[in-house]
C-alpha cells in the first residue's frame, strides 16, 4: 500500500480566469495493487524462438482526506472531475433512478430543490457513486517470434 500526501491533482476553473485548468493540492490518495507476470518460451531452436508474456494487474485507490473544500457542478459528477473522500479517483456518479412513469420515461429520485439548500449539497443529495471508469483488471498477452535469417 503506498499513501501519497499532498497530491497535485488538475481542477477545471472558469475561462474567466484566462485557463481552463489549474493544478491544486488535491489532498491525500491511498493506493493499493497487485501485479502478476508470466514469461515463458515454449519452443527454442538454433533459428526460431517463440516467446509468450503475459502481464495482468489491478489498482485500487481512494481520496482519504481532502485539503480544501472544493465547489462542483452537475457536469463535474459526469465528466468524474468530482473527487469525495472513501470513493476511488476514477469513480462515476449519475442520478438515481426510480423506474418508470406511465409514458415510459425515466424517473429520478431526490432532484427537487427545497429551498435553502446548497448547490454541493443538492448534488451529493441526487447523485449516486455508480462505479468505477476504469477496468477492474487489465491484462495483456504477447506472442513473441525471433525467426533467424540464414543467408
Known amino acids: ?6 497530491q497535485i491533482i488538475t481542477k477545471r476553473v472558469s475561462t474567466v480566469s484566462g485557463k481552463r485548468d489549474v493544478s491544486i493540492n488535491g489532498g491525500d490518495v491511498e493506493n493499493k495493487g497487485w501485479e502478476f507476470t508470466l514469461n515463458g ?3 527454442k531452436t538454433k533459428n526460431f524462438i517463440w516467446g509468450l508474456s503475459l502481464n495482468m494487474y489491478q489498482n485500487y485507490n481512494k481520496v482519504t482526506s481532502k485539503n480544501q473544500t472544493q465547489t462542483y457542478d452537475y457536469k463535474d459528477y459526469f465528466a468524474r472531475e468530482s473527487d469525495h473522500e472513501s470513493k476511488p479517483l476514477d469513480g462515476f456518479y449519475s442520478y438515481k433512478f426510480d423506474g418508470l ?3 415510459g420515461l425515466p ?8 429551498d435553502g439548500i446548497s448547490k454541493e449539497e443538492m448534488f451529493a443529495k441526487a447523485f449516486a457513486y ?4 476504469w477496468l477492474i483488471l487489465t ?8 525467426l533467424k535469417v540464414l543467408h
Do not use: A, N, Q
Not at 1 to 6: A, F, S, V
Not at 130 to 133: M, T
Not at 139 to 144: G, K
Open 1 to 6: 500500500m503506498k499513501k501519497g500526501e499532498d
Open 107 to 114: 424517473k429520478f429520485k431526490d432532484i427537487d430543490e427545497p
Open 139 to 146: 491484462e495483456d498477452f504477447r506472442l513473441i517470434s525471433v
Open 101 to 103: 412513469d406511465e409514458e
Open 130 to 133: 455508480s462505479g468505477k471508469r
Open 41 to 43: 518460451t515454449p519452443i
